[in-house]
């Protein structure tokens, strides 16, 4: 490698073989737990916890470490509200046939449609909005790049942080998502909407589409050589 300030990796934890393997399988028990939900429940969840969990995302690796990502957390009924209605009715056309009828029958095992109460149900809202300039320091104007993989493998952590720390999530897409970025006052030159991340309790009457809970096996989704 070329020369270039460093610290020595002294946080490193090396366990027995036997133990990652629990370690790993202990793991997969809990990601296997995590189950995408369209039924929330409004009860609080302290601002610490959104906190903890976005400071994991922002641990995630990224291009040059420019960390092109910036974390929205929307707890006001009023922006909800502008949220819900924003949304549907981006959706609406989406499912009165913007979509085209090959991914609007992709969509019919989840049962998803242009209702979104969970908008204004949920207690946490988490805007995700890329950055095309940055850098490691606020005042950074620098080029920032693999932008998309890096917003992505952040928004994986954060979406694993708030389930290991108790609770259920939904991922949501509304296209266009032009809307989230005059809603939540960002800068429409530099950032664009990735994500809007849905976080807090299930309701009581929380389900799951039996469509969601197959996964492909090992052999499909892996080779070794």
């Keep these: 490698m070329k020369q270039h300030a460093n610290v020595p990796l002294n946080d490193f934890i090396e366990y027995p073989q036997e133990e990652m393997l629990s370690r790993a399988t202990a793991f997969l ?39 092109p990502w910036h974390f929205v957390a929307i707890h006001s009924q009023d922006v909800k509200q502008q949220i819900r209605a ?21 969509l019919k095992p989840l049962g998803t449609d242009a209702d979104k109460p969970y908008l204004e149900h949920a207690p946490w809202l988490i805007a995700i909005f890329s950055q095309k300039k940055g850098g490691i320091h606020t005042e950074d104007k620098n080029t920032n790049y693999y932008v998309h993989e890096s917003v992505g493998i952040a928004t994986g952590f954060l979406i694993q942080a708030l389930h290991h720390a108790g609770l259920a999530t939904l991922t949501h ?49 892996a080779t070794f050589l």
């Design 29 to 67: 028990d809990e990601a296997k737990r995590r189950h995408t939900i369209r039924s929330f429940s409004d009860r609080p969840v302290p601002k610490e916890i959104i906190e903890a969990c976005i400071k994991t995302a922002g641990s995630a690796p990224s291009g040059a470490n420019h960390q």
């Design 86 to 106: 924003a949304a549907e009715q981006q959706e609406q056309a989406f499912y009165e046939g913007r979509a085209g009828e090959e991914w609007l029958d992709a």
């Design 173 to 221: 897409t509304p296209k266009p998502m032009s809307f989230l970025t005059e809603i939540c006052q960002r800068d429409k030159e530099n950032e664009r909407p990735y994500m809007l991340l849905i976080a807090g309790y299930p309701a009581e009457d929380a389900t799951v589409p039996e469509h969601a809970l197959v996964k492909k096996p090992l052999e499909e989704i």
